[in-house]
Structure formats: structure tokens, C-alpha cells
């Protein structure tokens, strides 16, 4: 069975960093987009980044230049550096295997198709 494993998140105050980690196993990860998406506090879905199986990367307007997002294929692992972090993005945060890295909707554990971790709170505090 496939499964991502979610670590990091916390709470930080405005203009920390914090480091999510989505280990994944049961798929091959080297051929496998791998994307995060957060639920925000008035329950919306928003896309946040994204990396391919060949390693390009894409984030949302909001935290580009702030998140960074990578992985590691010795380790199944992609990880979100959040630095910067600002109120705004306080959320739950999910690591997902799409079939289709999808960027302008998504609903939570849903949509796009595909493998979906357990979420991971962050809180901002301003």
C-alpha cells in the first residue's frame, strides 16, 4: 500500500521558517510528481508547490521566493523549506503523489486524483 508520512510543521511566529518532510513508500517515487497543498483556516483548498519526477519545480504566487520545495531519492523524500513565514500561511499542509499536478483547484484528499498524506498543522502567529 502506498503511503506518505508527513513530519515537521509546528507553530513559529511570523517570519520564521519551519521544514515539512513527506516520506513516501509503496510507489516509485523516482517517477512520481509529488506536490503540497494546504487547507486554510476557512476550510479552502490552495495549491502551494510542486516537483516532478524530473525535478522542475513550481509554487503558488504566494510563496514564491519564500518556500522552497526539493527531494531526495535515496531518501523517498520531498521536503518544503517555509521560510519567511507569514499569518497567512497558517494551514494544514498535505503531501501528495497526483496523477496530475493541478494548480488552480483542488479539494482536500480529493482532488487532484492520486495519494494524498495525512495533514500537518502550521500556525503563524503575527
Known amino acids: 500500500a502506498v503511503e506518505l508520512v508527513v513530519s515537521g510543521g509546528g507553530s513559529v511566529q511570523a517570519g520564521g521558517s519551519l521544514r515539512l518532510s513527506c516520506t513516501a513508500s509503496g510507489l516509485s517515487f523516482d517517477t512520481s510528481d509529488m506536490a503540497w497543498y494546504r487547507q486554510t483556516p476557512g476550510n479552502e483548498c490552495e495549491f502551494v508547490s510542486a516537483?516532478?519526477?524530473?525535478?522542475?519545480?513550481s509554487y503558488s504566487d504566494s510563496v514564491k521566493g519564500r518556500f522552497t520545495i526539493s527531494r531526495d531519492s535515496a531518501k523517498n523524500q520531498v521536503d518544503l523549506q517555509m521560510n519567511n513565514l507569514v499569518a497567512e500561511d497558517t494551514a494544514v499542509y498535505y503531501c501528495?503523489?497526483?496523477?496530475?499536478?493541478?494548480?488552480?483547484?483542488?479539494?482536500?484528499?480529493?482532488?487532484?486524483?492520486?495519494?494524498w498524506g495525512q495533514g500537518t498543522q502550521v500556525t503563524v502567529s503575527s
Open positions: 501528495t503523489s497526483p496523477r496530475n499536478i493541478i494548480r488552480d483547484r483542488c479539494e482536500i484528499r480529493v482532488f487532484p486524483f492520486g495519494y
Open positions: 516537483i516532478t519526477s524530473k525535478r522542475t519545480t
